[in-house]
């Protein structure tokens, strides 16, 4: 396994995550998933990421469970605190205390703040919750080893976030892969992180094992330069290959893919500037984008003044894959500057200097945003799901 040096810390540059354990029966597979993090441990990793609120709470009891077998300096714990859920009040301490209890751990290696974003953005700056000069204090009495952020924020309000909390953290977790590159603007926010001299934490570096299910031709364009590396091996290296990325995670659901993957990051392999183009065409392939080019000028004639440039990127991520980054942006847009607001009066078409059908794609962005569950009711579903797997 190799590792990378992060302050006081040797940390595997894999990562295992906590929220894809396999589910039986609606119910977590402990077994396996123990398995999984046994083998993790005989394989060299020692992160170990999950959440409050991940597969009902037990995401975070079975992997304190089966980390109490080892040396509590042989692994880092990390895990986070739901402000992004939706939930009647956001009081940190009854949640942290529980955490703490629940997985019998004197402290967190690695904490962070989960998922702020334009939804939830207002109840992590509410002076009325307190929450991060709570866990600053937690960090100061020693509970806390290392603070931290994770985000699928756009890049406007990132850029915010890391002005309100860029001081206070030491990384910042993002999705992070060769298609977000620039579907999610991730470019920029690997940029910014660098200039605030934040290590950066990969989160979705497969965006959901979407990398793995490559067409044809692009498989044989990667085959044509490393006809050894499969899809995930190429995604892994482009991230391994970035010097500011310090810890890729990966949610591993069974023991074969923790070999498999434990094998890519057990040896460095060149990754040069023509595997890096190929990537960045195979991501171009996989888009079938509409070609916005966010010149805003259908914003100046639109009569609802929605935010066009916007909704299109979403149409983007929603053609490519629905997700449930799409359900929690969409529910941060108020009501009246949703897709289906359009007026269909074709003046932005008129405008578009790419020629795009903007009324027609907002129609079918509203189909398709109705094949999936909102936000609220996504949360709704967990709190369901939780209750069934605690009994």
């Not at 009647?88 to 301490?93: D, F, G, L």
């Not at 990966?250 to 893919?257: E, H, K, L, P």
């Not at 009246?336 to 027609?360: N, S, V, W, Y």
């Not at 794609?361 to 069934?388: G, M, N, V, Y």
């Amino acid at each position: 396994m190799l590792y990378n040096n992060f302050k006081d810390k040797k940390l595997s540059k894999l990562g295992l995550g906590g929220m894809r354990f396999p589910v039986k029966d609606g119910q977590l597979d402990q077994d396996i998933a123990e398995k999984i993090i046994e083998k993790s441990m005989e394989l060299g990793i020692n992160y170990y990421d999950t959440a409050y609120s991940y597969q009902g709470g037990i995401s975070e009891l079975i992997l304190s469970k089966t980390l109490a077998k080892y040396p509590r300096e042989s692994y880092n714990f990390a895990t986070k605190f739901p402000g992004h859920q939706i939930a009647e009040t956001y009081y940190p301490a009854p949640i942290f205390e529980n955490q703490l209890k629940k997985t019998k751990l004197e402290y967190f290696d690695f904490y962070l703040l989960h998922n702020i974003y334009e939804n939830c953005y207002d109840v992590y700056m509410d002076p009325k919750w307190n929450i991060l000069e709570y866990f600053l204090k937690q960090k100061e009495k020693g509970l806390i080893k290392h603070f931290g952020i994770s985000t699928h924020a756009r890049s406007d309000l990132f850029t915010t976030i890391l002005k309100e909390f860029g001081e206070h953290i030491e990384f910042c977790q993002i999705e992070l892969n060769y298609l977000d590159w620039t579907m999610q603007d991730a470019k920029y926010k690997c940029e910014l992180l660098k200039e605030y001299n934040i290590p950066i934490w990969v989160m979705e570096p497969l965006k959901g094992a979407q990398l793995l299910k490559l067409n044809d031709k692009s498989k044989e364009i990667m085959a044509q330069k490393h006809p050894d590396w499969s899809p995930a091996e190429w995604a892994f290296r482009y991230l391994m290959n970035m010097s500011d990325v310090k810890m890729i995670l990966s949610g591993m659901a069974s023991v074969s893919i923790v070999e498999e993957n434990c094998g890519i990051f057990s040896e460095e392999k060149p990754f040069d500037k023509e595997d890096n183009k190929i990537l960045m065409t195979v991501a171009e392939s996989l888009k079938d984008n509409v070609p916005c080019t966010k010149c805003g000028y259908c914003r100046r004639v639109c009569p609802q003044e929605l935010n066009i440039p916007l909704l299109m990127e979403q149409y983007n991520e929603m053609r490519y894959a629905p997700s449930n980054t799409v359900a929690m942006l969409m529910e941060s847009i108020p009501v009246e500057k949703r897709p289906e607001a359009c007026l269909k009066c074709g003046m932005c078409k008129r405008e578009c200097p790419q020629f795009i059908d903007i009324p027609t794609c907002l129609e079918d962005l509203t189909k398709k945003l109705s094949t999936i569950p909102s936000w609220a009711e996504i949360c709704k579903q967990r709190l369901i799901d939780a209750k069934k797997m605690q009994g």
